[in-house]
């Protein structure tokens, strides 16, 4: 045993150095925190004020700056709709400019914050740094500006001013914000008041003194939006109320400014961080959620837009353009990072250090020779980070030589560009000099993307060589496991001195890698990285015995597809690289759920047609075929997510008690588990359905929250207590009925979590999993007496010598065993993907937790919603663990690393961020898979009371 946990030990170790290799490589931070910022105040402008200019190129066009951000409005919902908002519709129309700020992937509202006020998209390496307690360990707006405050969320505008002493932030409650709430506009009511209350208080005394210097932001945080619509959905009624409510707030802030401070040098800007699905979330990446409103107004701003001033010779449409009738006037499409520079540009700040965004100079206006200007600094501070990006990458280089970026090779690229740029500024072309520093920025960013990952396809080599040496190690295991008789002969594998070649030449490759590592600077993981296929290659080695014996036996002609016809071996094979690549698929169609159950189905009918006796067990098979076509349906259907449907609750609720009457009835303690199964069916299913009458502005009593903890906190402790009172585990040809006690008290608590078709999901795929492992026992103990279904036990006996017959009672489980753990991985899949959207948790409505929790909680939440996904994982995890024999198994391993090197390969590292994302997520999905399998059986051995034992 000890050698066996040692080894499963390693195993859980490998993959966790694996899995944690896609975050070493693809989500490090693309911050460069060792450069300096650009001083705007006291730099000279080397571009000439020219005749039209009537003051100095540095001077700021607004002495403050107010910033609006009402978190979660879509920008459809603003421009598709401006009758809603007609402050801002008369503004965008007279006096200020408007356009759409497209963001990267939304998946939470710190990355769009950090994006507008500190110019940089997410910072990868915060996705395991958590949520609201994010420390903001980067430059931003208000760490430039003079001073700033702040109202709003506690979990933004605390972000930001923890960092800055003159950053005073004023938050409300968390408690605030719920979700249960009719009234949604209280939130950013507290916030208009308050800057109210402070505008007012500051215009009467002697503070005011501070509100008139230069430099100063006033930032108010809207999550009044963000909060109705994951509660209400965006096309509701009541956002339309509260997005009218914001507009008449905005205006009503405007006004004010505008009257304490008559002085005319104050800008405005009125933007969003993400926009929101249909079904209240966001973090897919649709259109909905990544094109963002803004609209600017005020001191150094330029009009409205006119038709003429769109060049006839630009290339697509843009996006904007569908806004442009309703507007009036054409808008501008910019990225989300750019409205950090053009802030600092309005109240003439430094760009923050860490600043990826490119200012927007048509929005501003004033002279021309000013706006180079400030695009000038901004592009330095650019080139700033490219540069030390490429110092960086030249220090730490793994292979001897350097490859430069190819559009600005050297240390004296960016400087050239700007030198250029200011030559011709100063022979009065500034239309030229604006198009080159702007296509020099541009170049800067490409540049430090570039020099960011710079080595990182040699360190994915060796995963990649890492993953094919552990799936090679893990056949060979599997192997020597069903074939025992090869494995041991006493073979003297490979001849001593081939042996100490071989050694002697891994070693010689592994100094070699880590002198080159060494000089480097390179990490510690970055060793492990490049010496765990060494020590791969070692074991490998180590097995070599094994491999000859193997060759040898096909030299003797020993048939190792065993005693199938050739038809059957080919349908084996076929089943196993078909089963593989519909798991592959389905992650980016799930259509391939579907197919993949028809074709496991196909293949349990064929292995029935061969096996007469089975067929006499007309129930089991009738359960398995019936649950199979029902399981085909639920893939096909709209992800789950939306609109609540208490019809099916209820449904759900009906169906899961007659489960438990029809599965519990013949069980030794019904008496018992019966009612309680039931009760607690019928307890679930009137808290689910009372719950979410919220949608119609009432109330949930606190005794429905209690009530749903209490079932969720009582399920796992019940089900061990009912498993425990059982005498024995049965697992005989009758088939066994443990699996159905665990699943009935699971249903109503998993009931609590769904809004749709979900419970009815699980309950199909319960049934399912009865019957197959009924119908898989059943099969072992065909294998086990040798009826085949090719021919009879005898003949195939005198037909094969000692050696041959050993082979064939170790490939009499093997097929077995490959196609019981083949499935396991796709029920998995399917458990995790059948109701969801593929590779995104972004479908999982959070109305899915509101029988728990309806005040906003990410973290609460996040756990709720992880304990909705695990359920039918540990509902198909207590089926599989019926049928392993141990809780390391090999199969798993296999076909999930085979898996993940698919993934690995499909990897991306260019095109959009939702593309990228999604690829490194199907990896993740995968690598969690393989890790998570162990845990899973030993957590339903667990449950069900069940002890090791062999089959």
């Known amino acids: 045993a000890a050698p066996a946990w040692t080894a499963g030990l390693l195993a859980v170790l490998l993959h966790l150095l694996l899995f944690y290799s896609i975050f070493d490589i693809y989500f490090t931070s693309e911050l460069v925190k060792s450069r300096s910022f650009v001083q705007l105040r006291t730099a000279e402008s080397p571009y000439p004020a020219g005749a039209d200019s009537g003051a100095d190129a540095g001077a700021a066009t607004a002495k403050r700056l107010v910033l609006f951000v009402a978190d979660g409005i879509r920008a459809d919902k603003v421009f598709g709709n401006l009758d809603a908002m007609p402050f801002l519709k008369g503004v965008l129309r007279r006096s200020g400019s408007w356009g759409l700020s497209h963001t990267r992937v939304p998946t939470e509202s710190r990355p769009g914050h950090v994006a507008i006020i500190a110019g940089f998209y997410e910072d990868v390496a915060s996705v395991t740094k958590g949520w609201s307690e994010n420390a903001v360990e980067f430059d931003h707006l208000f760490n430039q500006s003079q001073r700033t405050w702040a109202w709003g969320s506690p979990d933004i505008v605390d972000m930001f001013g923890r960092s800055a002493l003159h ?98 040098r104050t800008a405005f800007l009125f933007t969003s961080d993400h926009g929101m699905t249909d079904w209240g979330s966001h973090g897919s990446g649709l259109t909905e959620e990544t094109e963002t409103p803004f609209v600017a107004w005020g001191a150094g701003i330029r009009g409205p837009r006119q038709q003429q001033q769109l060049s006839p010779e630009s290339p697509a449409p843009r996006a904007s353009a569908k806004y442009a009738d309703g507007a009036g006037s054409p808008g501008w499409d910019i990225g989300q990072a750019d409205l950090c520079p053009l802030m600092a540009a309005l109240i003439n700040v430094s760009v923050p250090v860490n600043n990826v965004g490119l200012l927007p100079v048509e929005i501003l206006s004033g002279p021309a020779s000013r706006n180079a200007w400030q695009l000038e600094r901004n592009v330095r501070q650019l080139a700033a980070g490219f ?85 090679i190690f893990v056949a060979v295991q599997i192997g020597k496991a069903h074939l025992p008789g090869l494995a041991g002969q006493k073979s003297a594998g ?104 028809f074709w496991l189905g196909a293949n349990y009918a064929r292995l029935l047609w061969r096996r007469p006796r089975l067929r006499q067990h007309r129930p089991v098979v009738a359960r398995f075929f019936a649950s199979c076509l029902a399981l085909c349906a639920f893939p096909l259907l709209p992800v789950v997510g939306g609109v609540v449907h208490p019809l099916l609750l209820a449904v759900h609720t009906a169906a899961a008690a007659a489960y438990s009457v029809a599965y519990l009835r013949s069980e030794p303690d019904a008496k018992l588990i019966v009612p309680l199964s039931a009760a607690q069916c019928l307890l679930a299913g009137l808290i689910s359905v009372s719950t979410h009458t919220v949608y119609h502005g009432r109330d949930k009593p606190l005794v429905l929250q209690a009530a749903s903890w209490c079932l969720l906190a009582a399920v796992f402790p019940l089900i061990g207590w009912t498993n425990s009172r059982r005498v024995s585990v049965s697992q005989s040809a009758t088939g066994y009925s443990g699996l159905a006690p665990s699943v009935a008290l699971l249903l109503p608590v998993y009931g609590l979590m769904c809004i749709s078709y979900e419970g009815l999901f699980l309950l199909t795929l319960a ?172 957590a339903s051995r667990l449950l069900l009371h069940q002890r090791s034992r062999q089959l």
């Open 167 to 264: 950053v005073r932030a004023h938050s409300y409650p968390p408690g605030d914000e719920e979700f249960g709430k009719g009234n949604t506009k209280l939130l950013d009511a507290w916030v208009f008041d308050r800057v109210e209350e402070f505008l007012l208080a500051h215009a009467t005394n002697g503070s005011r003194r501070e509100l008139q210097s230069e430099g100063i932001v006033l930032f108010l945080h809207l999550l009044g939006m963000d909060t109705c619509g994951h509660s209400l959905k965006p096309h509701s009624r009541d956002c339309l109320l509260n997005q009218q409510f914001v507009d008449s707030g905005v205006a009503r802030i405007s006004a004010l400014v505008s009257r304490v401070f008559p002085d005319n």
């Open 387 to 471: 540069l030390t990006k490429r110092r960086e990458a030249f220090e730490t280089r793994i292979l001897p030589g350097f490859a430069e970026f190819p559009d600005l090779p050297g240390d004296a690229g960016p400087d050239s560009e700007l030198a250029m740029a200011a030559a011709a500024a100063r022979a009065g072309d500034l239309r030229l000099a604006i198009n080159r520093l702007t296509t020099l920025g541009r170049l800067c960013v490409e540049g430090m993307r570039y020099y960011h990952k710079y080595d990182r396809a040699y360190l994915g080599f060796y995963i990649l060589l890492s993953f094919a040496l552990w799936i």
């Open 494 to 597: 490979l001849a001593e001195p081939a042996r100490r070649l071989c050694c002697g030449a891994l070693a010689a490759l592994a100094g070699l890698h880590c002198c080159l590592l060494y000089v480097g600077s390179r990490p510690p993981l970055h060793y492990l990285y490049c010496l765990t296929p060494h020590c791969l290659a070692l074991c490998l080695l180590s097995e070599s015995g094994f491999l000859l014996a193997c060759w040898r036996a096909l030299l003797r002609r020993v048939p190792l597809t065993g005693r199938r016809t050739p038809l059957g071996f080919v349908c084996d094979l076929t089943f196993i690289i078909v089963g593989l690549e519909l798991c592959a698929l389905s992650f980016t169609s799930r259509l391939m759920l579907s197919a993949g159950v």
């Open 767 to 938: 049934v399912f999993l009865e019957a197959w492992t009924r119908i898989e026992c059943l099969l072992l103990m065909t294998l086990a007496d040798g009826s085949d279904g090719d021919c009879s036990a005898d003949e195939a006996d005198a037909k094969l010598g000692k050696e041959r017959l050993a082979v064939e009672r170790g490939l009499r489980t093997l097929g077995g065993g490959l196609r019981q753990n083949l499935c396991f991985v796709f029920l998995l899949l399917l458990s995790f993907f059948g109701t969801g959207n593929i590779a995104s948790i972004n479908s999982f409505d959070t109305s899915s937790v509101y029988c728990f929790i309806t005040v906003f909680s990410p973290f609460t939440m996040g756990f709720l919603m992880l304990i909705k996904i695990l359920l039918p994982m540990l509902t198909v995890g207590m089926a599989f663990a019926i049928l392993a024999r141990s809780l390391l198994v090999l199969e798993v391993l296999l076909f999930s690393d085979i898996l993940a090197v698919h993934f690995f390969l499909q990897i991306r590292d260019h095109g959009s961020w939702l593309d990228i994302g999604t690829s490194i997520g199907h990896y993740v999905v995968v690598m969690a898979t393989t890790v998570a399998s162990v845990a899973l059986l030993a």
